[in-house]
């Protein structure tokens, strides 16, 4: 009986430790939300074409250390010509808070042709607007005007973690 006990014991400090990495690490997931709405909720007319057109306020939580940079896409996959890009920003400094009508970094191209925040504004239904975090281990230093998908692959590598906030919007 006294081999079984400390065999046991081993087992049991073993699953433990397992446990306490795995649940860290995923408690140490990078978030993303707003105080305007919660995930998967309407985002109040104020941030869209029917109010004042501003981006909402943002909180990111738990970035890793080696964080040097944020990057912010917001995307409206439902609309009528496929994805639409309403927002793109990059070399965020590493702060835990987007304000409300703020630009927080070098802006780049978005699909109505400008370099600024567009609010939603969809044609018909309910359309889901995605607001993405990602933190990156450089700073890019790149003109204003970027397209989204030449960024994404200058980000290619350099990812460190992500985020992801849902707002949905019909038109009243």
């Not at 990078?30 to 306020?57: L, R, W």
């Not at 969809?122 to 030449?150: C, M, Q, T, W």
Request: charged share 20%; aromatic share 10%.
């Amino acid at each position: 009986m006294q081999k079984i006990l400390p065999k046991k014991f081993f087992m049991i400090l073993s699953y433990l430790t397992i446990f306490l990495l795995v649940k860290t690490e995923v408690s140490l997931a990078m978030k993303i939300t707003s105080p305007e709405f919660k995930n998967s909720q309407s985002i109040p007319a104020k941030f869209t074409c029917q109010g004042q057109g501003v981006n909402p306020a943002l909180i990111i939580t738990d970035i890793p250390p080696a964080a040097k940079s944020l990057v912010l896409f917001m995307d409206d996959p439902d609309a009528p010509s496929g994805n639409f890009v309403h927002w793109v920003v990059y070399d965020i400094p590493v702060i835990g808070r987007i304000e409300e009508n703020s630009v927080p970094g070098k802006q780049g191209s978005n699909d109505a042709g400008g370099i600024s925040y567009v609010s939603p504004c969809p044609p018909s239904g309910v359309h889901r607007y995605f607001f993405k975090i990602y933190a990156l281990d450089k700073i890019f230093n790149l003109d204003e005007g970027i397209n989204k998908s030449s960024l994404e692959s200058a980000m290619s590598g350099h990812v460190l973690d992500q985020a992801e906030l849902i707002g949905l919007y019909k038109k009243r």
